[in-house]
């Protein structure tokens, strides 16, 4: 079931036959790197959805196996990418809770958010309400795409841009 670069068409019948044949390769990808099967389970759900809303649209130069097996490899590293961030972040709360006896630090580190906060402001205003989503209350991606009923891409793109917009700032201002 190959496709060069065509307009790949998929009904309910076919899709059906899809899932049923490739879905255990996708799994077995995703076990074979993660070992959790309601992780893995999500992320087949996942393809298998993008793979039904897309189907309109969506051009594949190759073989559907290697598409789908390539489409579990990337959710693959966006789980790892994802959980090095959060560890990260695990760290550096660790690090300022061991400290945050210090008055002095919690006022210096409430005037860098404040300050985070104003610089933020010349941005749409749905762009600092996913930012804060994300940064002040932790929310996923997913968490924020759900509660805001907007694509986890959407909430990926007003992050992207709050902190590119930072990230210019402090290169200007430093």
């Known amino acids: 079931m190959s496709m060069l670069q065509e307009t790949l068409y998929i009904s309910e019948d076919n899709f059906e036959t899809i899932f049923r044949l490739y879905a255990p390769k996708v799994y077995a990808v995703g ?13 087949v759900q996942d393809i298998f959805k993008s ?3 897309r189907r309109e649209s969506l051009q594949i130069a190759g073989s559907l196996e290697h598409y789908l097996t390539r489409s579990a490899k990337l959710k693959v590293l966006e789980h790892f990418r ?13 690090v300022f809770s061991e400290e945050d006896s210090s008055t002095v630090r919690k006022i210096y580190f409430n005037d860098l958010l404040n300050n985070t906060w104003k610089e933020l402001r010349p941005l ?4 600092q309400q996913i930012f804060r989503h994300s940064r002040e ?14 694509s986890e891409k959407t909430v990926e793109y007003h992050i992207s841009r709050a902190l590119d917009f930072l990230r210019k700032r402090s290169l200007c201002n430093g």
């Open 82 to 94: 994802r959980e090095a961030i959060h560890r990260k972040n695990l760290q550096a709360n660790y």
């Open 51 to 53: 793979l039904w809303e």
């Open 31 to 43: 076990m074979y790197h993660l070992q959790n099967r309601e992780l893995v389970r999500d992320m």
């Open 137 to 150: 209350k932790g929310l996923s991606n997913k968490e924020i795409a759900c509660n805001m009923q907007i």
């Open 124 to 127: 749409p205003a749905k762009t």
